[in-house]
Protein backbone atom coordinates (compact mmCIF):
# COMPACT_ATOMS: atom_id res chain seq x y z
CA UNK A 1 0.00 0.00 0.00
CA UNK A 2 1.34 3.40 -0.64
CA UNK A 3 0.68 5.85 1.60
CA UNK A 4 1.47 9.63 1.75
CA UNK A 5 2.30 10.93 5.46
CA UNK A 6 2.36 14.55 6.82
CA UNK A 7 3.94 15.47 9.71
CA UNK A 8 3.34 19.53 10.52
CA UNK A 9 3.20 19.80 13.96
CA UNK A 10 6.36 22.01 14.49
CA UNK A 11 8.34 24.98 12.67
CA UNK A 12 10.40 21.98 10.41
CA UNK A 13 7.66 20.07 8.53
CA UNK A 14 7.99 16.42 6.73
CA UNK A 15 6.26 14.35 4.45
CA UNK A 16 7.26 10.66 3.41
CA UNK A 17 5.91 8.63 0.73
CA UNK A 18 6.09 5.11 1.79
CA UNK A 19 5.21 2.17 -0.44
CA UNK A 20 4.53 -1.09 2.47
CA UNK A 21 7.52 -0.95 4.42
CA UNK A 22 9.93 1.13 2.22
CA UNK A 23 10.18 4.61 2.49
CA UNK A 24 10.91 5.62 -1.41
CA UNK A 25 11.00 9.83 -0.94
CA UNK A 26 11.14 12.67 2.21
CA UNK A 27 10.58 16.10 2.17
CA UNK A 28 11.43 18.54 4.26
CA UNK A 29 10.14 22.16 4.44
CA UNK A 30 10.02 25.09 6.91
CA UNK A 31 6.86 26.89 7.92
CA UNK A 32 3.60 25.30 6.75
CA UNK A 33 3.01 27.33 3.52
CA UNK A 34 5.77 25.33 2.04
CA UNK A 35 3.59 21.78 2.70
CA UNK A 36 1.74 22.30 -0.34
CA UNK A 37 4.46 23.00 -2.96
CA UNK A 38 6.49 19.82 -1.07
CA UNK A 39 3.21 17.59 -1.43
CA UNK A 40 2.76 18.73 -4.95
CA UNK A 41 6.94 17.64 -6.09
CA UNK A 42 6.33 14.59 -4.20
CA UNK A 43 2.60 13.67 -5.78
CA UNK A 44 4.82 14.43 -9.15
CA UNK A 45 7.38 11.90 -8.38
CA UNK A 46 5.86 9.33 -6.86
CA UNK A 47 1.95 9.36 -8.51
CA UNK A 48 -1.14 9.02 -6.17
CA UNK A 49 -0.81 6.95 -2.98
CA UNK A 50 -3.13 5.05 -1.26
CA UNK A 51 -4.04 6.49 1.60
CA UNK A 52 -2.68 9.40 3.97
CA UNK A 53 -1.78 9.73 7.75
CA UNK A 54 -1.10 12.64 8.96
CA UNK A 55 0.49 14.17 12.22
CA UNK A 56 -2.06 15.01 14.65
CA UNK A 57 -0.16 16.60 17.80
CA UNK A 58 0.59 18.00 19.89
CA UNK A 59 2.33 20.92 18.63
CA UNK A 60 1.85 24.07 16.48
CA UNK A 61 -1.99 24.64 16.76
CA UNK A 62 -1.75 26.39 12.91
CA UNK A 63 0.64 23.78 11.62
CA UNK A 64 -1.99 20.82 12.80
CA UNK A 65 -4.98 22.54 11.08
CA UNK A 66 -2.71 23.32 8.04
CA UNK A 67 -1.70 19.52 7.93
CA UNK A 68 -5.09 18.00 8.32
CA UNK A 69 -6.85 20.28 6.18
CA UNK A 70 -4.48 19.28 3.12
CA UNK A 71 -4.71 16.21 3.87
CA UNK A 72 -8.94 16.52 3.79
CA UNK A 73 -8.59 18.29 0.80
CA UNK A 74 -5.92 15.66 -1.01
CA UNK A 75 -8.41 12.74 0.44
CA UNK A 76 -11.55 14.78 -1.00
CA UNK A 77 -9.56 14.74 -4.85
CA UNK A 78 -8.34 11.60 -4.63
CA UNK A 79 -11.26 9.43 -2.83
CA UNK A 80 -8.30 8.55 -0.36
CA UNK A 81 -9.07 7.47 3.36
CA UNK A 82 -6.95 9.56 5.92
CA UNK A 83 -5.91 8.20 9.70
CA UNK A 84 -4.06 10.46 11.81
CA UNK A 85 -1.37 9.39 14.20
CA UNK A 86 0.08 11.24 17.51
CA UNK A 87 2.71 13.56 16.38
CA UNK A 88 5.04 12.65 19.07
CA UNK A 89 5.80 9.28 17.63
CA UNK A 90 7.76 10.11 14.83
CA UNK A 91 11.12 9.70 16.48
CA UNK A 92 13.39 6.17 15.83
CA UNK A 93 13.85 5.55 18.90
CA UNK A 94 11.20 2.59 21.05
CA UNK A 95 11.58 4.27 24.08
CA UNK A 96 11.53 7.87 25.11
CA UNK A 97 9.32 10.58 26.36
CA UNK A 98 8.72 14.35 24.46
CA UNK A 99 8.43 17.60 25.61
CA UNK A 100 7.10 20.88 24.13
CA UNK A 101 6.12 24.16 25.38
CA UNK A 102 2.66 24.48 25.78
CA UNK A 103 2.63 28.50 26.95
CA UNK A 104 1.36 30.07 29.39
CA UNK A 105 3.69 28.60 32.00
CA UNK A 106 3.21 24.70 31.11
CA UNK A 107 4.69 21.93 28.77
CA UNK A 108 3.04 18.91 27.41
CA UNK A 109 5.50 15.78 28.26
CA UNK A 110 4.80 12.16 26.13
CA UNK A 111 5.71 9.02 27.01
CA UNK A 112 6.46 6.57 24.17
CA UNK A 113 7.51 2.58 25.39
CA UNK A 114 8.18 0.34 22.31
CA UNK A 115 6.88 2.61 19.85
CA UNK A 116 3.48 3.48 21.62
CA UNK A 117 1.90 6.11 23.70
CA UNK A 118 2.10 5.32 27.72
CA UNK A 119 -0.65 7.55 27.80
CA UNK A 120 -2.34 10.74 26.37
CA UNK A 121 -0.14 13.52 26.68
CA UNK A 122 -0.58 15.92 29.45
CA UNK A 123 0.30 18.81 30.53
CA UNK A 124 2.27 20.18 33.39
CA UNK A 125 3.65 23.48 34.77
CA UNK A 126 7.74 24.39 34.46
CA UNK A 127 8.06 23.68 38.03
CA UNK A 128 6.72 20.87 38.51
CA UNK A 129 8.55 18.98 35.43
CA UNK A 130 11.87 20.44 36.48
CA UNK A 131 11.33 18.27 39.58
CA UNK A 132 10.84 15.18 37.54
CA UNK A 133 13.11 15.56 34.99
CA UNK A 134 15.17 12.48 36.91
CA UNK A 135 12.34 10.49 36.33
CA UNK A 136 12.88 10.34 32.53
CA UNK A 137 15.57 8.57 30.50
CA UNK A 138 15.39 10.21 27.04
CA UNK A 139 13.82 13.20 26.02
CA UNK A 140 13.50 15.07 23.01
CA UNK A 141 12.11 18.64 23.33
CA UNK A 142 10.14 19.96 19.86
CA UNK A 143 11.45 23.51 20.45
CA UNK A 144 13.01 26.11 23.03
CA UNK A 145 11.44 25.93 26.45
CA UNK A 146 11.89 28.81 28.69
CA UNK A 147 13.92 28.20 31.46
CA UNK A 148 14.87 24.55 30.26
CA UNK A 149 18.39 24.39 28.59
CA UNK A 150 20.07 21.49 27.38
CA UNK A 151 17.71 19.32 25.86
CA UNK A 152 18.50 18.36 22.37
CA UNK A 153 15.98 19.82 20.34
CA UNK A 154 14.27 17.53 17.89
CA UNK A 155 10.92 17.10 15.92
CA UNK A 156 9.28 14.15 14.99
CA UNK A 157 9.20 13.01 11.11
CA UNK A 158 6.68 11.79 8.94
CA UNK A 159 9.25 8.79 8.12
CA UNK A 160 9.30 7.84 11.69
CA UNK A 161 5.26 8.17 11.60
CA UNK A 162 4.46 5.72 8.86
CA UNK A 163 5.38 2.74 10.39
CA UNK A 164 3.41 3.76 13.43
CA UNK A 165 0.77 1.85 12.16
CA UNK A 166 -0.74 0.68 15.36
CA UNK A 167 -1.58 3.87 16.54
CA UNK A 168 -3.20 4.78 13.15
CA UNK A 169 -7.12 6.35 14.04
CA UNK A 170 -9.72 7.46 11.95
CA UNK A 171 -9.67 10.68 13.15
CA UNK A 172 -7.34 13.41 11.73
CA UNK A 173 -9.01 16.43 14.33
CA UNK A 174 -5.46 17.84 16.45
CA UNK A 175 -4.78 16.94 19.90
CA UNK A 176 -5.80 19.87 21.45
CA UNK A 177 -4.55 19.50 24.92
CA UNK A 178 -6.44 23.45 26.60
CA UNK A 179 -8.97 25.34 25.25
CA UNK A 180 -7.57 27.97 22.50
CA UNK A 181 -6.09 31.00 23.93
CA UNK A 182 -8.57 34.02 22.98
CA UNK A 183 -7.35 37.74 22.87
CA UNK A 184 -10.30 39.77 23.13
CA UNK A 185 -11.06 42.85 21.09
CA UNK A 186 -9.35 45.86 22.39
CA UNK A 187 -12.18 48.64 23.18
CA UNK A 188 -11.10 52.39 22.96
Known amino acids: M ?91 APEYSVVGDARRGTVFVATVRNYKLVSMPILIPYDEFQQQLSNFELIYAIGTIPGL ?17 ESFTDSYEPLYLKEAHVTGAKIP
Open 2 to 92: KTVCIENSTASGSLAFADGNQIIDVFEFSRSGALAVSLQNMLKRQGSPDQIVVGIGPGSYSGLRVAAATALGLSAALNLKVHGCPSVLGYE
Open 149 to 165: DGFPISVPKAQNLVFRT
